[in-house]
């Protein structure tokens, strides 16, 4: 018998009629002969509110005890689900994550999986009971609560999947897929019906928040297929799976963009080996997320490096450079927590040349300047004016036609 491992987003708990709507979709799929495990998120803007009663007490809440409080909003979903099931005449039982044994490390806010216990999911499966677990959140081995961050609830999803050998993971949001670019910004986006892990991690990662970057790691690695789908419709929606060689027949596969960026820069450092490996040492060292990174020689014996970071680390992350700064010397030291990142991604481009030059071009007819540029076999990410990222995106799009 297969066993289907289903995750629903906070949009598809908003409500008791969003519950109910879950509740029938899970009793669908179970009553075609399959084993039902579901992951489900807290009630939509109920982590943000938490998160803001948190921040009323004290403007820096420790991580533990934020943990604690967040973890409550996905027991909400939990038994509200099972009830809805129960009344449609079908088994089913809530476990929190502490109760199934999803085990993290102790890293809060930011906690990652290191082992999950199947023995109470099997045998609650086994009885023909529908098992509802919460998302976004497990233990240390001290039973100290912790929780994943944003979109953890995905990751729990593919986690638990792995666990279980699951036949498919299927993720419900309140989107129907994935597109070749956000439809909000471009009208003529369509849904892509199928994408790679590999295309799919650049998209999560270059901020397509469709699917958490962890889950889709998590996913990869295991080889285990993910059905991105709407909650509130029964339309196929993107299969996120092993590459196969008709993929490379698109140049690219689609246009993501991110406006949460923040850039630093230590202007004039004194170039050696030494000055940087300290500097991202101690960027690391104090648990701060570098995305983009590029230096530039202003001479032979020094260099200006700029990274970016998200805009909620900016604060943290700006002070640390100031800090940073001084012990290595650096003429000044500057942020800029306005910045967005434009990316164009496609298995195809690995064997095509000029793609990178139609993109600088198509961006500059459009007077939008780049202020930095990473790249991979797959993936061209521009740093631009977080007031250009809109118009940058439609020009992409158009210029591949997609």
């Given at each position: 018998m297969n066993i289907i491992v289903q995750k629903y987003g906070g949009t598809s708990m908003a409500n008791a009629k969003c519950v109910k709507n879950v509740?029938?979709?899970?009793?669908r799929t179970k009553k075609k002969g399959n084993k039902v495990v579901v992951v489900v998120s807290a009630p939509a803007g109920m982590t943000d509110e938490l998160v803001k009663r948190?921040?009323?007490?004290?403007?820096?809440?420790?991580?533990?005890?934020?943990?604690?409080?967040?973890?409550?909003?996905?027991?909400?979903?939990?038994?509200?689900?099972?009830?809805?099931?129960?009344d449609l005449g079908e088994e089913a039982i809530s476990f929190t994550s502490s109760q199934v044994g999803i085990f993290t490390d102790d890293n809060h806010n930011k906690a990652k999986i290191e082992a999950i216990e199947t023995k109470?999911?099997?045998?609650?499966?086994?009885?023909?009971?529908?098992?509802?677990?919460?998302?976004?959140?497990?233990?240390?081995?001290?039973?100290?609560?912790?929780?994943?961050?944003?979109?953890?609830?995905?990751?729990?999803?593919?986690?638990?999947?792995?666990?279980?050998?699951?036949?498919?993971?299927e993720i419900y949001t309140d989107v129907d897929g994935v597109y070749t670019a956000d439809p909000r910004i471009v009208p003529n986006a369509h849904k892509i019906s199928k994408i790679s892990f590999e295309e799919m991690l650049e998209m999560a990662g270059s901020g397509a928040k469709v699917l958490h970057l962890r889950s889709v790691e998590l996913a990869a690695k295991n080889h285990l297929p993910i059905h991105l789908r709407s909650s509130f419709t029964d339309t196929i929606g993107t299969y996120v799976t092993e590459e196969d060689e008709n993929m490379e027949d698109v140049l690219v596969r689609g246009v993501a963009h991110t406006t949460n960026n923040a850039k630093i820069t230590l202007a004039?450092?004194?170039?050696?080996?030494?000055?940087?490996?300290?500097?991202?040492?101690?960027?690391?060292?104090?648990?701060?997320?570098v995305d983009v990174i590029t230096q530039n020689y202003v001479d032979k014996d020094n260099l200006t490096i700029s990274y970016t970071v998200s805009e909620d680390e900016f604060d943290s992350a700006l002070e640390l450079a100031n800090r940073i700064g001084k012990e290595?010397?650096?003429?000044?030291?500057?942020?800029?927590?306005?910045?967005?990142?434009?990316?164009?991604?496609?298995?195809?481009?690995?064997?095509?040349?000029?793609?990178?030059?139609?993109?600088?071009?198509?961006?500059?007819?459009?007077?939008?300047?780049?202020?930095?540029?990473?790249?991979?076999?797959i993936n061209i990410s521009c740093i631009i004016r977080e007031s250009d990222y809109q118009k940058a995106v439609i020009a992409i799009h158009n210029e591949f036609q997609l």
């Open positions: 509740a029938n979709k899970v009793v948190a921040k009323e007490v004290t403007e820096k809440p420790s991580g533990r005890e934020l943990d604690m409080i967040l973890a409550t909003g996905e027991q909400i979903s939990i038994s509200l689900l099972a009830m809805a099931i129960k109470k999911i099997t045998e609650a499966l086994d009885q023909n009971k529908v098992v509802i677990i919460a998302g976004f959140q497990g233990v240390t081995r001290n039973f100290e609560i912790t929780t994943l961050g944003r979109g953890g609830s995905d990751t729990s999803a593919v986690a638990i999947g792995v666990a279980l050998n699951a036949s498919e993971i004039n450092v004194p170039h050696t080996s030494q000055n940087i490996a300290y500097i991202f040492e101690e960027i690391a060292n104090n648990n701060i997320n290595v010397k650096a003429q000044a030291v500057f942020g800029n927590e306005k910045v967005a990142k434009v990316c164009i991604i496609g298995v195809g481009m690995k064997s095509a040349a000029g793609v990178a030059s139609r993109v600088f071009r198509c961006l500059a007819n459009e007077g939008v300047e780049i202020d930095m540029v990473s790249t991979s076999d």
